[in-house]
Each structure stands twice: as structure tokens, then as C-alpha cells.
């Protein structure tokens, strides 16, 4: 089993960051491949970003690349979503999730991931 707590989310204005922490326990968290998504109201769940378990090859949706930035510490077991440069359609709940089966699952998709995190509401304000 594995818990994964997300924080930093909050009111921002457009054109501010945030940075988004999510605090994995319980299963081995370094041999684990981590993404994001998020949920805006009225709206399907989408994939931001993802990363490989090393840290060596990281995922971006085309709608987030040059703003956001993941990254990870395994020894702090922890992800890190950094968004920069924040829009009004950035607002929605963001949610970790942790892949076990990278090597043969899709990053990009929700179906990949076997446990998520409860989420942290992002809103930004135009």
C-alpha cells in the first residue's frame, strides 16, 4: 500500500507559481515512476506530467511545457510539480499518482497509475 498526501495549492493570480509537493509513504517509493493530473469542474481528469523513477525522462501535456516543471527527490520521498507562469484554465484540483508498471504501462494515462493522492485545489485568478 502506498499514501500519498499532496500540498501547496492555493488562490494565485494569472502569471504567478506555485509548487505543488506530494509526500509518498509505505511501498518503495524510488523504483516508481510519478505523474500529475488534474480536474477542472465539468471537466475530465487530464494528464500535466509524469517522471521515470530516476528522475531520467520526465512527460509533459503540450498545454504545460515550458511552464511546468517536475522534478523528484528520492531521498525525500517526495514529487515536485513547480508551475510557473500560472493561467485562469491552470484552476482545478491536482492530484500525484504512482505507477508501478512503468516500464510497460503509458505514462500519460490514468489507467497507468495505481495509487493517487487526494488532491490540492489550484485556482487562479485572472
Known amino acids: 500500500q502506498v499514501q500519498l498526501v499532496e500540498s501547496g495549492g492555493g488562490l494565485v493570480q494569472a502569471g504567478g507559481s506555485l509548487r505543488l509537493s506530494c509526500a509518498a509513504s509505505?511501498?518503495?517509493?524510488?523504483?516508481?515512476?510519478m505523474g500529475w493530473f488534474r480536474q477542472a469542474p465539468g471537466k475530465e481528469r487530464e494528464f500535466v506530467a509524469a517522471i521515470k523513477w530516476r528522475g531520467e525522462t520526465t512527460y509533459y501535456a503540450d498545454f504545460v511545457k515550458g511552464r511546468f516543471t517536475i522534478s523528484r527527490s528520492n531521498a525525500k520521498n517526495t514529487v515536485y510539480l513547480q508551475m510557473n507562469s500560472l493561467k485562469p484554465e491552470d484552476t482545478a484540483v491536482y492530484y500525484c499518482?504512482?505507477?508501478?508498471?512503468?516500464?510497460?504501462?503509458?505514462?500519460?494515462?490514468?489507467?497507468?497509475?495505481?495509487?493517487w493522492g487526494q488532491g490540492t485545489q489550484v485556482t487562479v485568478s485572472s
Open positions: 499518482a504512482a505507477n508501478y508498471r512503468s516500464g510497460v504501462r503509458p505514462m500519460r494515462i490514468g489507467e497507468s497509475y495505481d495509487y
Open positions: 509505505g511501498r518503495t517509493f524510488s523504483s516508481v515512476a
